[in-house]
């Protein structure tokens, strides 16, 4: 398809700087696509915590880590991209279990709407990602059908999330990218694909 960009995204839903990239991702590619433009959305999971005790505060975590200068950050942060961030209701997970389901619903074209909504789950709705009864609920909030013998994209030759890759050229740190620049690369990646069509011609 023509006007496509092809977009991979590395990241795990107890990551605050993933979800941030995602919001400004996600605001990216609805400008995008009102302009006419398709996107190939790929989801890549990686695990922040592997095997994390679940149910502790998120709060108590992140004060441990980063000390409330950094929690402070956060927030400020996230209310830039309009995100309230709920560290006081948030609790910790093993989000393997979330990947599961991000790979369920990417079988079903809702890997986008999906991982939204374990990113709200986690970090605004207090909700525990890591509980199978609490995602089987979002699953179906979300219009996802059950289905266990999908089998999750676990990224291997990354070390740290958000990643993105855009019509997979090197990878770029998420993070680091405004909503614009992600806009950019959108219309960019399009451009270039659609060289790419007419030069087969």
């Known amino acids: 398809m023509k006007n496509t ?7 795990d839903v ?5 979800y941030l990239a995602f919001t400004r ?3 990216a590619a609805a400008r995008f696509r009102a302009e006419g433009g398709h996107i ?3 989801i890549r999971s990686w695990q922040v915590e592997p095997g994390a005790v679940g ?6 975590q992140s004060l441990a880590r980063f000390g409330e200068r950094g929690v402070a950050r956060v927030d400020a942060l ?3 991209e309009g995100i309230p961030l709920n560290f006081a209701e948030a609790v910790t997970a093993d989000t393997a279990h979330a990947h599961h389901l991000i790979a369920m619903a990417a ?5 986008e709407p999906m991982t939204a909504r374990l990113f709200q789950a986690h970090f605004v709705d207090g909700a525990a990602v890591g509980d199978l009864d609490v995602l089987r609920g979002l699953a179906a909030e979300t219009g996802v059908r059950w289905d266990p013998a999908v089998a999750v994209r676990w990224a291997r030759d990354v070390t740290a999330v958000p990643v993105f890759r855009f019509n997979r050229k090197p990878a770029l740190n998420g993070g680091a990218l405004s909503e614009e620049a992600l806009y950019g690369q959108l219309a ?3 451009a270039e694909r659609q060289e790419n069509v007419g030069g087969e011609g």
């Open 40 to 42: 190939d959305l790929t």
């Open 78 to 80: 996230a209310a830039a």
């Open 188 to 190: 960019l990646t399009s």
């Open 55 to 60: 149910g502790e505060s998120k709060l108590q």
């Open 107 to 111: 079988a079903q074209g809702l890997a």
């Open 25 to 27: 991702y996600r605001r």
């Open 14 to 18: 107890i990551c605050v700087w993933s």
């Open 5 to 11: 960009a092809q977009v991979d995204i590395t990241l």
